[in-house]
C-alpha cells in the first residue's frame, strides 16, 4: 500500500508547475505489524513482507549523543563501534588469557594517561609508558581473532550491509540477512549485549577521534554555539558528535561501566522486516534474551532527566564565515502529537523545497542575499524540548543585519504564501515520509526508533496519515501563528 503512495507522489511532484490536486490516497496498511515485550522489558517489533528475499534486522539502543555524560562527551559513539567487537565468547582465542591481557592494557593505559595530565610530563616516563602500552595492545590482540568477528559470522550466513549509526536520541545496529537466519543474528545480538568485552577499545577509540575530527575539526560547531545560547548547562547544549579531549581520556573501565548502565533489556527495542513468522521470531527472542537480568535498578538516559525549559519567543544569532554571514532562527514548536508534527514537517518541506520554496525565491532569486536556507522542524532531539530551527546561509558580502531583515521578511510572507506552493510542500514532506516508509531498512529503523524512543512504532505512520489530509490553509495557519509577530532585532554576533 505504502508503494502505491509513493508512486502517486511521485507522479504529482512531476506536475507541481500545474494547479495542484489533492492526489487519491491509499489507505495505509498496519496489519502485517506486531509487537512484543518480554518479561524484562526487551522490545520485538515485526514487520511481515512476504516478498522480500532478506530480512532487514535492527536492533535500536534508547541511548544517543545527547545522553552523554558530563565530561565524556562522546560516549554513545564510542559504545558504537566497540560493541561490535565479538564477546567475551566470540572472537576470543583463549577467554582467561585475553581478561588478563585486556586488564593489563587497561592498567598500561591508567599509567599513561596519568603521565600525559602532568603538568610537566617526564619524557624519559613517558616512552616507558607507551612501550608498556604498545606491548600490552599486541598482547591483548595475539589473544583474538583477526577481522570482523560479528561482521564475519553473519556474512558466512548470507548477511550484508552490517553496520552501525549513533545518532543524537539513539544507536542503532542493523544488516540484512536470509529469514531462516535470523536465529543466527539474535544468538549474536544476545551474546555481545549480554556479556560485552569491548574488545579493541583504544584502537577503535582512535578510529571515533578521526572521525569526530573529520565531522567538526575539534571546533565547536555553529549549532552548538547556538544551542549553547539557548539552553546553557542542558543536555542538548553539549557538543554532540563529542569532545576529542573527552574520548581521548575515556577507558575501557568506564565505557564498560557506561555500557552496563545503559545496555539494558529496557532500553532495547529489536526490529524485524521480511518473510518471516511474527510467533517463531519472538520465541527465538525469548530463547537468547529472557535471560537477561541485568543486576541494578533500571536508569532512563540523561536527555530524559534533565528537560531544557521550552522557548518563550523566537531567538537569533548572526554568525560571521568565512564564506558569508549564517543566520540561526530558533522558534518554540507549535504543540505536540502527530498533527502538530505532520504541520511542521509540511512548514518545514515548504521552505526546504529548492523547487518551490517561497523563502528561497525570495532570498536567493528576487533580494540575492542568500546562498540557501534549511528549515528541521525538530531540533535537536526528540527527547528534549525541540525547537523549529531556520537556517539562512548569506551570500559573501551581505551584511548579517540584511540577511536577518530579508529572512524575517521572508519568512513572515509564508502566511500569505500562495496554495499551489503550500500545497507543493506538503507533498513534499508526504514524499519522504512515504519514501522512507517504503525503503525496507529505514522501516526497521523507524519501527525500532519510535517504539524505543516513543514506546509507539506506529507514530511514522501516524504523521503520514495527518500528511494526508493536511491543508494549504493549515501550514498558512502554522506559519501566520510562528513567524506573524516576527521583527528584525539585535541579535549577538560572533567570529568563526
Known amino acids: 500500500m505504502i508503494g502505491a503512495i509513493v508512486r502517486i507522489l511521485a507522479a504529482a511532484c512531476f506536475v507541481l508547475s500545474c494547479p495542484i490536486a489533492h492526489p487519491a490516497r491509499a489507505e ?84 599513561l594517561d596519568r603521565e600525559r595530565r602532568k603538568t610537566t610530563p617526564d619524557p624519559v616516563v613517558l616512552t616507558g609508558l607507551e612501550r608498556w602500552f604498545d606491548e600490552a595492545q599486541e598482547a591483548a590482540s595475539r589473544l583474538a581473532e583477526s577481522g570482523e568477528m560479528i561482521g564475519a559470522r553473519l556474512e558466512e550466513r548470507g548477511a550484508v550491509g552490517l553496520n552501525a549509526a549513533t545518532t543524537t536520541d539513539s544507536t542503532h545496529f542493523f544488516t540484512w540477512i536470509p529469514p531462516d537466519q535470523v536465529i543466527i543474528w539474535l544468538a549474536l545480538e544476545a551474546n555481545r549485549l549480554r556479556y560485552p568485552v569491548l574488545r579493541r577499545f583504544y584502537g577503535e577509540r582512535s578510529i571515533v577521534l578521526r572521525e569526530v575530527t573529520a565531522m567538526t575539526g575539534g571546533r565547536t560547531t555553529l549549532a552548538e554555539r547556538f544551542l ?134 525570495r532570498l536567493a532569486g528576487e533580494q540575492g542575499v542568500a546562498t540557501g536556507v534549511r528549515a528541521v522542524p525538530g531540533y535537536p532531539s526528540q527527547k528534549q524540548t525541540a525547537i523549529f530551527l531556520v537556517q539562512t546561509f548569506g551570500r559573501s558580502g551581505i551584511a548579517g543585519s540584511a540577511l536577518e531583515r530579508e529572512t524575517v521578511a521572508a519568512l513572515r510572507s509564508l502566511a500569505d504564501a500562495s496554495d499551489e506552493d503550500l500545497r507543493a510542500g506538503i507533498l513534499s514532506a508526504e514524499l519522504h515520509a512515504a519514501t522512507q516508509l517504503e525503503d525496507v531498512p529505514t522501516l526497521a529503523s523507524l519501527l525500532a526508533f519510535h517504539q524505543a524512543v516513543h514506546q509507539d512504532w506506529r507514530v511514522p505512520f501516524v504523521q503520514l496519515d495527518w500528511l494526508q489530509h493536511l491543508s494549504a490553509d493549515d501550514v498558512r495557519q502554522a506559519a501566520r501563528q510562528m513567524f506573524g509577530g516576527l521583527t528584525p532585532g539585535p541579535a549577538a554576533t560572533a567570529g568563526r
Open 228 to 361: 549553547q545560547d539557548l539552553f546553557a548547562g542542558a543536555a542538548m547544549a553539549h557538543p554532540l558528535a563529542g569532545d576529542l579531549a573527552q574520548i581521548s581520556a575515556i577507558d575501557r573501565p568506564a565505557a564498560m561501566d557506561y555500557f552496563h548502565r545503559f545496555y539494558r533489556p529496557e532500553n532495547i527495542t529489536i526490529a524485524i522486516v521480511g518473510n518471516v513468522d511474527p510467533a517463531t521470531v519472538f520465541e527465538l527472542t525469548e530463547q537468547y534474551f529472557a535471560g537477561w537480568q541485568p543486576q541494578g535498578a533500571h536508569e532512563m538516559p540523561r536527555a530524559r532527566l534533565f528537560q531544557a525549559p521550552p522557548l518563550s519567543d523566537a531567538r537569533s544569532r548572526i554568525f560571521a564565515t568565512s564564506q558569508g554571514p549564517a543566520l540561526y532562527f530558533a522558534f518554540p514548536r507549535l504543540g505536540d502529537g502527530a498533527r502538530a508534527q505532520a504541520v511542521l514537517e509540511a512548514l518545514a518541506a515548504t521552505i526546504n523545497n529548492p523547487d518551490t520554496s517561497p523563502v528561497l525565491r
Open 28 to 111: 495505509i496498511d498496519m496489519s502485517g505489524v506486531h509487537h512484543f515485550r518480554l518479561a524484562n522489558g526487551l522490545q520485538l517489533v515485526v514487520a511481515v513482507r512476504p516478498d522480500l528475499k532478506l530480512a532487514a534486522v535492527n536492533t535500536t539502543v534508547d541511548l544517543g549523543a545527547i545522553d552523554d555524560p558530563p565530561g565524556q562527551w562522546g560516549m554513545a559513539h564510542l559504545l558504537e563501534h566497540v560493541t561490535l567487537q565479538g564477546s567475551v565468547a566470540i572472537g576470543t582465542l583463549n577467554p582467561k588469557a585475553e581478561a588478563v591481557a585486556l586488564d593489563e592494557l587497561d592498567r598500561a593505559f591508567a599509567a
